[in-house]
């Protein structure tokens, strides 16, 4: 049962409409539809980089460097083509007091320095463990992103320049009104039903850049008054230069500098791989987690010397790229270049785009993510796992995703041994090959959580003068095992009883012997090296 819940869980973590990719080759259609999607990523990515610049204080061209650059480099090197990377609002918040107490200069060292340390991270494969992330927590990550997204979105509904630093990020401001608010609204919901509507009359334009190019020559057409990306800021500007971080090169430095690069590092890394995994589970693609580290390290650390305020994978791009067509490294390569072209000669008309065409499109985006399947769900999983659905889901709206997500995994692997713990039980019998003497036989895993009960299993007062535990039902997995074997021997040693053990699987034998706690005295199963009576030496264990 709970295997099938879990099952129907991890379906339901892909947003709904997004078909499986099907291999068509590099065809003018597919071409020109990653081309196009690209296009689309890049028109979102200009308010999302404008706006986590303003968070972490810097000049909005830091953020739309470092989305193009990281956008870039992960697109040729990543581990899953289709993911958009680039400046994103969960690195932002980190940056800003760093920003604020030492200045930008200290900003770029530092993005160079979590590069590095995603680099080292892809190099000694911890990306592996990404896969010791639960279901839930990955389907309470897809909420959490969807409802971030979706209140991001609502500083694009304040009056443009009424927001101000507060030393956390930006805030305050004046909110939209009268028939301004009106026709914002209704934009955003011309917006979206172009973005729903289209796709059943043609595939031929991806859906969210039609829905962006229509409000925009309506707005344009008729010269109604909506904040456009050019109220945010100006996003005029020239290539990026290679520019090492005016810092000194010192110990002091280091120390400043490094526990914001693990962090960051941190962060970054974790937000890319539940999203490959999540990009990964819509595209039917499997692996690339190593890979994509390398590549989030080498973009960090190009975009720390190249004047960028570093980033990673971004969620809601990547849903847009997805939803659009994009599933190769074309579209998020063009993406970036788009981007780049907006930023040194096309920067006059990007800023005439009203922000309610990118909200419209935004607001698809977080409709498309958040998996409403999972309150269905929620009523068929075991109550821990909704409890953690939710947990993850409030956590990463209320802090960040890092925390969430650890959060997330301690308090699954908490109820996992929990679970765990309450199955260790023995049953008990005489023995038939050494009459007179009692038989327990251990059921359930002997580990850290189990064994003060597997101690309170025993009834030293009233056994005979010859115990004999089996663990062919068990396992001895930790140190704490050890510890409560050799309580449970002492008790009967000091009763003046002998024990003995028996069915220890060749990993148990091994572990029980390199902690020198036991002597073999049998050799009954040498093809798989397993002891199938091991009498416990006197004055070790106890026993005979």
């Not at 870039?72 to 920003?99: E, F, N």
Request: charged letters at 15%.
């Amino acid at each position: 049962m709970r295997r099938a819940a879990l099952a129907m869980l991890a379906k339901n973590i892909s947003p709904p409409n997004l078909s499986i990719m099907q291999d068509e080759g590099f065809t003018i259609g597919r071409i020109r539809t990653e081309v196009l999607s690209g296009l689309t990523v890049a028109l979102a990515l200009v308010p999302e980089a404008v706006a986590f610049a303003f968070v972490a204080g810097v000049h909005p061209l830091v953020g739309l460097y470092a989305a193009f650059l990281v956008g870039l480099i992960t697109a040729v090197i990543g581990g899953r083509p289709g993911m958009i990377s680039g400046a994103t609002g969960a690195l932002a918040v980190v940056m800003v007091a760093l920003v604020a107490e030492h200045g930008v200069e200290y900003l770029f060292a530092t993005v160079v320095l979590m590069g590095i340390l995603q680099v080292i991270a892809g190099a000694m494969h911890w990306g592996k463990f990404i896969r010791l992330v639960p279901h839930p927590v990955m389907l309470g990550f897809v909420n959490g992103l969807a409802i971030v997204i979706f209140l991001a979105q609502m500083s694009q509904f304040k009056v443009p320049g009424s927001m101000v630093s507060d030393g956390h990020g930006m805030s305050g401001g004046e909110w939209l009104s009268g028939m301004q608010l009106y026709t914002m609204l209704a934009l955003v919901g011309l917006t979206m039903l172009i973005v729903w509507g289209l796709p059943k009359v043609t595939k031929v334009i991806p859906a969210p850049l039609a829905g962006i190019a229509i409000t925009a020559f309506v707005v344009i057409a008729f010269g109604l008054d909506v904040p456009r990306v050019g109220d945010m800021a100006s996003i005029e500007g020239g290539l990026p230069q290679f520019h090492i971080p005016a810092v000194p090169l010192n110990l002091e430095t280091f120390y400043i500098i490094l526990p914001y690069a693990v962090i960051l590092a941190a962060i970054g890394l974790i937000e890319s791989l539940l999203t490959l995994n999540l990009v990964g589970e819509m595209t039917n693609k499997r692996g690339g987690a190593s890979q994509e580290c390398i590549a989030q390290g080498v973009a960090n650390v190009t975009t720390g010397f190249f004047g960028g305020m570093g980033g990673c994978a971004m969620i809601g791009q990547s849903m847009i790229n997805v939803k659009s067509g994009g599933r190769t490294r074309i579209a998020g390569i063009a993406a970036a270049l788009f981007l780049l072209l907006f930023i040194v000669a096309a920067s006059p008309l990007i800023e005439q785009i009203p922000l309610a065409a990118l909200v419209g499109v935004m607001f698809m985006v977080v409709i498309g993510t958040f998996a409403w399947n999972s309150f269905k769900i929620m009523r068929k999983v075991p109550l821990m796992d909704a409890f953690v659905i939710v947990l993850v889901t409030v956590v990463t709206v209320m802090e960040d995703l890092a925390v969430a997500v650890v959060v997330g995994v301690i308090v699954s692997a908490l109820a996992y041994s929990w679970q765990n713990a309450r199955r260790i039980h023995a049953i008990t019998r005489e023995s038939a090959s050494d009459p007179g003497a009692k038989v327990y036989e251990i059921e359930g895993p002997l580990f850290f959580g189990s064994s003060d009960g597997f101690v309170e299993l025993f009834d030293v007062a009233h056994d005979p003068d010859h115990v004999i535990i089996d663990f062919q039902r068990s396992r001895v997995v930790d140190q704490s095992a050890l510890q409560a074997i050799e309580a449970v021997a002492a008790k009967y040693e000091a009763a003046g009883k002998a024990v003995a053990l028996r069915h220890l699987s060749r990993d148990c034998h091994q572990l029980l012997s390199r902690a020198g706690h036991l002597m073999i005295d049998s050799d009954d199963d040498p093809e798989y090296e397993v002891a199938v009576d091991y009498s416990v030496r006197t004055g070790i264990l106890g026993g005979h």
